[in-house]
């Protein structure tokens, strides 16, 4: 690992995310629990470090979206509350039950299956289900006319041997959105979920301990959403829109490094495909990241990275392990010289933007050859590289 180290690498800024923590508990307030979004190796910064971090912070619960997420966080030490948003198959409630981590059920069949397996196994499964008000991906369907059959069949499920349901949620398709219509599309998602709560609850004559479904956009901009817990993962990482207007610090930086520079005559055409030709005397720096480190081929000739110096445009098309980044105007920038991809000073958002998509799809790129490098207090405390030795 110390041969990839000076390469390129992430540093993961624990204090940043302590700050985010902190930051966003003080904003949903004292009553409502706090349950961290650690899916995908926690957004691609590594979730056992960040859920160790978490869990020693005190928050309430975590989510990841399969037992093989869950699972590893169980064997790095994370014993607090776990719940899987996806699909488990029953054959592995078992297991679930064994290592108390918490299934959602998004469906009747699924609910019958994994009662049948808990009781099977001699244990209780806990569960939160999943209500589907117009993401339209899992979860009981309760729009319209299908609200009493839904009722029906959600208590049902909660009353089934093997099962404690413990929570209840549905997820947002547009809480991030600002237009009109999208805040009138959450604002019906959010009233058909109290509308089917109230009547579930009414039913089964008993209340949910857990009701959740505030993600990022809801934290930020639906305070009415936050219920018993809210549930983001983004504005943990401190990226996306919403990070800076709540004073949130990025987690991640990306750094690689300067591995040569050249100098090239005008009329010289770089890299594949000759997409970029020179049209003056040209200083040109190779940086050792491309898209198998997890850039995006879509951005080459279309961003720039940050030297020491300033922002440098990248030239050409971007290759499989190293990119061209223009040095002309940075005549002070050298080999050996740290390059932020992005981070702290050069927003993922303005990367993401450019490549036509979001933050969420930046960080979880970034791929196994790439060491996490963990800081905290300005100190390395841990370093982890996912690749087979
Ligand atoms: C990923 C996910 C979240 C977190 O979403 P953010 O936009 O990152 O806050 C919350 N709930 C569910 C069900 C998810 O799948």
Redesign the pocket.
Known sequence: MESTLRRTWAEIDLDALAHNYHTLRRRVGPNVKFLG?V?ADA?GHGSVQASRLLQELGADYL?V?SIDEAEELRRGGITMPMLI??YTPADQVGKLIDLQITQ?VTSAEAARAYSAAAVCHGGTLKIHI?VDTGMSRLGFQCAGALFDGAVAAICDACRLPGLDSEGI?T?FAVS?EEDEESHRYTQGQFDLFCRCIAAVEEKLGRPFALRHCS???A?AHWPETYLDMV?????LYGC?EFAEELGLRPVMTLKTTVSAVKDYAPDTSISYGRRFVTSRPTRMGVVPYGYADGFFRCLSNNCALLTPQGLAPVRGRICMDMCMIDLTDLPGVQVGDEVEIFGAHNSVNDLASAAGTIS?ELLTAVSKRVPRIYLRGGKEIGRELLLRF
């Open positions: 979004v899916k957004y989510a979206s948003l996806g959602a999943k949620f997820h991030d993600n990022t956009g934290v549930r983001p993962g983004l504005l996306g969420y």
